[in-house]
């Protein structure tokens, strides 16, 4: 099992559209996590971090559930600069390393 | 005023000859990174200097060397290049993990093409 694993999509949304990705990981000793963008042929980009109380950032919203071990990424009203792909990262206590998810990859439509 | 620069940003080469790619950050970070992110986007961790020590070698092949001459610096140095080393290589930087951990920065990329 990998250890961060999220739906490679791509999920195509109207405009004004609610989207939510759900990126899960497999090690219980997984400390932090983040969202990070990736626009096309270039670097990711750190979107959000992610909280054991959720937090949010205009209109993205972004939920960590431990028990089931998710997170989740919720945008809200999609702009067509949304477009893009979102990795899931997970730091793992004592390693040093950030894992990062393969990505969902977020068309959105006009 | 760049913070992770790469050189260079695009390298074809034949395969078999030897190539290497820079990384510099301006951040004043401790730590610095390689990635090979492949075809199919996974973006996965190669190598990881703190101070000049090295604190992360994930399995990669011996032919892949890295080199940090100091804290701002990492370089990645690749032996006979093969087909299968196509990729794009993301150099990073941050403060040492776990502090600050949203400092994490990525260069833009040096897209390696061997044919």
């Known amino acids: 099992r990998k250890e961060v694993e999220q739906d490679p999509g791509p999920f195509n949304v109207p405009e004004g559209a609610t989207v939510a990705f759900n990126c899960t990981y497999s090690n219980s000793a997984s400390q932090s996590f983040f969202w990070y963008r990736q626009d096309c042929r270039k670097e990711p980009k750190l979107l959000m971090s992610?909280?054991?109380s959720g937090n949010e950032d205009g209109r993205f919203t972004a939920q960590l559930n431990r028990a089931s071990q998710y997170i989740s990424l919720l945008i809200r009203d999609s702009k067509l600069s949304d477009s893009a792909t979102y990795l899931c990262?997970?730091?793992?206590?004592?390693?040093?390393?950030?894992?990062f998810g393969t990505g969902t990859r977020l068309k959105v439509l006009a | 005023d760049t913070a992770v620069s790469q050189t260079p940003k695009y390298l074809v080469t034949q395969m078999g000859n030897d190539k290497s790619i820079k990384c510099e950050q301006n951040?004043?970070?401790?730590?610095m990174y390689w990635y090979k992110q492949d075809s199919k986007k996974f973006l996965k961790i190669m190598f990881s200097y703190n101070n000049k020590e090295l604190i992360i070698n994930e399995t990669v092949p011996n032919r892949f060397s890295p080199k940090s001459p100091d804290k701002a610096h990492l370089n990645l140095h690749i032996n006979s290049l093969e087909l299968g080393d196509s990729a794009v290589y993301f150099c990073?930087?941050?403060?040492?993990?776990?502090?600050?951990?949203?400092?994490?920065?990525f260069g833009s990329g040096t897209r390696l093409t061997v044919v």
């Open positions: 990262v997970d730091y793992i206590s004592g390693t040093y390393k950030y894992i």
């Open positions: 990073a930087s941050s403060h040492l993990p776990p502090a600050d951990l949203s400092t994490y920065t």
């Open positions: 992610v909280y054991s």
């Open positions: 951040l004043g970070h401790d730590t």
